[in-house]
């Protein structure tokens, strides 16, 4: 049972143009959500994440929103940068008390962003 | 800024062998999360420790263990190696519980 899911394992963009991934989470006690960015043999690094008691959440050329009511969220990276092309995972958290804060991670979405 | 250290880095052992991987916390981190990637594969959650008491369990085989000591640092134990164990093992730490969670580079793990 998929609780994270990034339906799209791939996405192509050119150069200064907007990336956008998506992510939906089934899992209405996720009140915590992070994007990771990963390449090759390395470990995921950290981008920028959103609480849920928000609905944006922006770093430089990193926007994430969330939209509760849909469970669904995205990352938006404006302008993409051929150094962006890598794998891109969402991931969730439960709060709430007995919560430890472990992380559920979508399938991850590889971008790549052509000169 | 120190990051989580892992080591080794890369590991080959036969099947039915013992394997044990590191993982050092970002300093006054106190909280140690286990992942594991296969060939194509979200990282999936194995186990937790917070304040060196074990948090939470995944999807963790009875073969493996692990555990936090008392400098915060844990080790992944794992015996009777399959070769479906062969994948890229990731240590990560936070302060606390739901706060942002950070990896490390990762312990690629090959079973022959």
């Known amino acids: 049972d998929q609780q994270v899911k990034q339906n799209s394992p791939s996405l192509s963009v050119q150069e200064g143009r907007i990336s956008i991934l998506n992510c939906d989470y089934t899992?209405?006690?996720?009140?915590?959500f992070l994007w990771y960015k990963k390449y090759p043999a390395e470990g995921p690094t950290f981008l920028i994440s959103?609480?849920?008691?928000?609905d944006k959440n922006e770093d430089g050329r990193f926007t994430v929103f969330l939209n509760k009511s849909a469970k669904h969220l995205s990352l938006h990276i404006v302008p993409s940068q051929p150094g962006d092309s890598a794998v891109y995972f969402c991931?969730?958290?439960?709060?709430?008390?007995?919560?430890?804060?472990?992380?559920?991670f979508g399938q991850g979405t590889t971008l790549q962003v052509k000169p | 800024a120190a990051g989580v250290i892992q080591s080794p880095r890369h590991l080959i052992k036969e099947k039915r062998e013992t394997a044990t991987l590191k993982c050092y916390p970002i300093?006054?981190?106190?909280?140690v999360y286990w992942y594991q990637q296969g060939p194509g594969q979200d990282p999936q959650f194995l186990i937790s420790?917070?304040?060196?008491?074990?948090?939470d369990k995944g999807s963790i085989p009875d073969r493996f263990s692990a555990q936090q000591f008392s400098d915060y640092h844990s080790e992944l134990n794992m015996s009777s190696l399959e070769l479906g164990d062969s994948a890229l093992y990731f240590c990560?730490?936070?302060?606390?519980?739901?706060?942002?969670?950070?990896f490390g580079e990762g312990s690629w793990l090959t079973v022959v």
């Open positions: 300093p006054r981190h106190d909280t």
């Open positions: 959103i609480s849920s008691i928000k």
């Open positions: 420790f917070y304040e060196k008491m074990q948090s």
């Open positions: 899992n209405s006690m996720f009140d915590y």
């Open positions: 990560a730490s936070s302060l606390g519980s739901g706060n942002t969670i950070y």
């Open positions: 991931a969730a958290s439960a709060g709430g008390s007995g919560n430890t804060g472990k992380l559920i």
